[in-house]
């Protein structure tokens, strides 16, 4: 596994879209007011080392094109020896989703990093099942995990299954807009990462999951309703703009860096 590859301390660079920039995990301490699996991941490598570092250049909304040819160039300035590459999501909602042209995007960014030597690795497309909003997408990403552990697999990069992270189908491990995950559902990637990773003596508590609230069929409604007025609407909104929510974002953490841990508020003990 890749932790057990590395001689020096971990110098950890995660590049994406929201997913790594750790859109829905809420946290107004850390930069762009989010923390997200990433941050939790590193957060574990700098409890273990004093002299781990880490970067964050993902920035919510990009497509894997951008995340390629801006991140990985990067990326490599930093000199890291641990990078996560993750990208796709948005890519698979537009009409025009060219599956093979995604992958040789992908196949350029691996080799770019793994031509010098860096460790990486990467996470499928989840399961969005086989109901609700995002259901119409899961044969895309179907076929986009299946190519993306191929081209991964060629290049000796490393898979995390989120795909199959089915407690996440769960609604109360997801934010508000349903697009993203909550603190708890960033919690479950992160212990999945680590534990891919063969991370040893990891000390996250486990996720905080909010209570179950039973809804009667018209809140339900009222409920859907509201998310689509306040989340849906904006978004076909930008789709039709041209725009992007990730426009006026910059990295969190451009250089490599190290912080504090954050407590989890409620958390139990792993």
Request: hydrophobic residues 40%; glycine residues 8%; aromatic residues 8%.
């Amino acid at each position: 596994m890749p932790l057990s590859r590395l001689e020096d301390s971990i110098r950890y660079v995660a590049l994406g879209d929201s997913l790594s920039e750790g859109v829905g995990d809420d946290a107004p301490e850390r930069p762009n007011g989010v923390r997200g699996w990433t941050d939790r991941v590193a957060e574990q490598f700098m409890l273990a080392d004093k002299n781990a570092l880490y970067a964050n250049l993902a920035i919510r909304g990009r497509l894997l094109t951008p995340i390629i040819e801006e991140q990985v160039p990067a990326a490599l300035e930093l000199k890291p020896n641990l990078v996560s590459l993750v990208g796709g999501g948005n890519d698979s909602l537009r009409p025009g989703f060219d599956v093979d042209a995604l992958m040789a995007r992908y196949d350029e960014g691996f080799k770019a990093l793994r031509d010098e030597g860096i460790e990486v690795f990467t996470l499928t497309g989840f399961d969005p099942g086989s109901k609700g909003f995002f259901s119409g997408n899961r044969a895309r990403i179907a076929l986009f995990n299946e190519l993306l552990r191929e081209v991964a697999d060629n290049r000796g990069v490393t898979v995390v299954d989120y795909w199959r992270a089915h407690e996440l189908l769960d609604f109360r491990f997801w934010a508000p807009d349903r697009l993203h995950m909550n603190a708890a559902g960033h919690t479950v990637v992160a212990r999945k990462v680590l534990e891919t990773l063969s991370a040893e003596n990891i000390n996250m508590g486990k996720p905080v999951v909010p209570e179950a609230i039973r809804k009667t069929r018209i809140q339900e409604a009222r409920d859907n309703a509201k998310w689509a007025r306040e989340f849906v609407v904006p978004w076909i909104g930008r789709r039709l703009r041209g725009t992007s929510s990730g426009d006026s974002i910059s990295p969190k953490y451009p250089e490599l860096t190290r912080f504090d841990a954050l407590p989890e508020a409620g958390a139990e003990e792993a």
